[in-house]
């Protein structure tokens, strides 16, 4: 049976599937979508993933939609190498974690790449009619919100304060859990680990790697990552290097205000 994903090189949830597939050894079709001109809306793309949001997995005739769902799904379906630690009760802690990272995680690094980077980017390319039908478009109504805020209000958005909280908090669990091994949950490289780099390395484009706390465990765990041999065989496994440009070079625009949303916070109960 054939393995179809649609997806987005620069999609953090995207770079989180393909590195399973690599891990597994896995042979796929790839649709590539861009997501600046809107593919992801398209009504044929829709009746696979009504939420418009990539990645999706098309297996057979079976169709995938949520990229940790789809990542338990490849680790049931091709058993080697596991990627859950054998024993029930870290298993239940790694998706735990998961659940946070998609939960939490996900929304505030979509909040922080929109209001620090993605928002010149769409000024740039858009109308202002092209940006009103963007945001019509997206299905999930407080998604939608949250990217309209971020839009217009850049970091002074609430949800921008939020996500820099929710990201340090985040960040100070993982160094804790990284400190004197090497991989988050169980001991072996799992789910867990791939379902947080990708947002780990987004934030280093974006220059919130302050928020990694000092002691140099999460750099050297994306390190770990990006020198296994599954993680080398993908072509661009974080975007492409002209994306990440883009991403850093915003940043640079935005560092006087992002050190002083994280002076505020550092001074601001947890
Ligand atoms: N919970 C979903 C989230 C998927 C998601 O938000 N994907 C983003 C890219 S990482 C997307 O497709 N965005 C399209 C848009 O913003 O219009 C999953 O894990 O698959």
Not at 72 to 90: G, S, T, V
Not at 186 to 212: F, K
Not at 243 to 249: P, V, Y
Request: aromatic share 8%; hydrophobic share 45%; net charge neutral.
């Amino acid at each position: 049976m054939d393995l179809t994903l649609y997806h987005s090189t620069e999609s953090t949830c995207s770079q989180k599937v393909r590195l399973v597939l690599a891990e597994k050894g896995l042979r796929w079709k790839e649709v590539l979508l861009n997501l600046r001109r809107g593919d992801q809306f398209a009504a044929d793309y829709l009746r696979l993933n009504p939420k418009a949001v990539v990645p999706t997995l098309v297996h057979g005739d079976g169709v995938i939609c949520e990229s940790s769902i789809i990542n338990e799904y490849l680790d049931r379906a091709f058993a080697q190498p596991p990627l859950k630690p054998p024993d029930p009760y870290p298993e239940a802690r790694m998706r735990l974690f998961i659940k946070r990272i998609d939960d939490d995680v996900h929304p505030a690094i979509g909040i922080l790449s929109f209001a620090i980077a993605l928002r010149h980017q769409m000024r740039e390319m858009k109308t202002p009619e092209e940006i009103e039908r963007h945001f019509n478009s997206v299905a999930d109504p407080m998604r939608r919100e949250r990217q309209r805020d971020a839009y217009t209000l850049g970091l002074n958005s609430p949800a921008a304060r939020q996500a820099v909280v929710t990201l340090r908090k985040t960040c100070q669990t993982m160094s804790a859990a990284l400190a004197g091994q090497a991989w988050l949950h169980g001991g072996r490289y799992s789910l867990a680990d791939v379902a947080a780099v990708p947002y780990m390395v987004r934030m280093r484009a974006l220059g919130l790697a302050e928020l990694w706390g000092s002691d140099g465990a999460i750099a050297h765990w994306i390190e770990r990552i990006a020198e296994r041999d599954a993680c080398r065989r993908i072509e661009d496994p974080w975007g492409t290097a002209s994306f990440a440009r883009m991403l850093e070079s915003h940043a640079a625009g935005a560092r006087a205000d992002l050190r002083a949303l994280f002076d505020a916070l550092e001074h601001a109960p947890a």
